[in-house]
T-cell receptor, first 113, second 114 residues
Framework: RKEVEQDPGPFNVPEGATVAFNCTYS??????FFWYRQDCRKEPKLLMS???SGNEDGRFTAQLNRASQYISLLIRDSKLSDSATYLC??????????????FGTGTRLTVIP | GAVVSQHPSRVICKSGTSVKIECRSL??????MFWYRQFPKQSLMLMAT?????????EQGVEKDKFLINHASLTLSTLTVTSAHPEDSSFYIC??????????FGPGTRLLVL
């Protein structure tokens, strides 16, 4: 079973729409959670961390449900510039020096004029 | 924010040649760097973890003799794809981890093997 699972989409939404992405993770020892954004042919860039209490950054809201091992990202008032692939990323504690970021396959979003 | 550079940004080579990719942390020291590979429409897949001054740790299925990693200093790790073949064509991305365990990604290197 994959450590992180996401619906690959694609999601095609009109400008101004609200869109939500979901993600589940399999390891209950996961410690921290992130949403990354990856534009075509570019490296992933951190969009926001996800906290248990939920957190908001402008038009973006992230939520975490530890009991269900579920993470979500909500984008309100979508802009054309939001078109990208959104990666759900989970940090699992490991030995010092061991990799601890696990990436979902990403959800592709296209915002249409 | 912290900056990680990669060089070259893209490379085209003939089958059978070796290609070296450099990853540098420009404004912080990184005891650990990671090398990922991403095929079209797929997620990032970790290839290996590079620790300064010691041998790299490779993920299952990644040939250590084909993908040579050298982490000679706290700011530089190199990945050499030896005897490259067309199936090695991919997007290679490095990341560097700082002392508070935050990972920063390089801009990636697009490799095309003809």
């Amino acid at each position: 079973r994959k450590e992180v699972e996401q619906d690959p989409g694609p999601f095609n939404v009109p400008e101004g729409a609200t869109v939500a992405f979901n993600c589940t993770y399999s390891n209950s020892a996961s410690q921290s959670f992130f949403w990354y954004r990856q534009d075509c042919r570019k490296e992933p860039k951190l969009l926001m961390s996800v906290y248990s209490s939920g957190n908001e950054d402008g038009r973006f809201t992230a939520q975490l449900n530890r009991a269900s091992q579920y993470i979500s990202l909500l984008i309100r008032d979508s802009k054309l510039s939001d078109s990208a692939t959104y990666l759900c990323v989970v940090n699992i504690s490991g030995q010092t020096g061991a990799n601890n970021l696990f990436f979902g396959t990403g959800t592709r979003l296209t915002v249409i004029p | 924010g912290a900056v990680v550079s990669q060089h070259p940004s893209r490379v085209i080579c003939k089958s059978g040649t070796s290609v070296k990719i450099e990853c540098r942390s420009l404004d912080f020291q990184a005891t650990t760097m990671f090398w990922y590979r991403q095929f079209p429409k797929q997620s990032l897949m970790l290839m290996a973890t590079s620790n300064e001054g010691s041998k790299a740790t490779y993920e299952q299925g990644v040939e250590k003799d084909k993908f040579l990693i050298n982490h000679a200093s706290l700011t530089l790790s190199t990945l050499t794809v030896t005897s490259a073949h067309p199936e090695d064509s991919s997007f290679y991305i490095c990341s560097a981890r700082d002392r508070v365990l935050t990972q920063y990604f390089g801009p990636g290197t697009r490799l095309l093997v003809l």
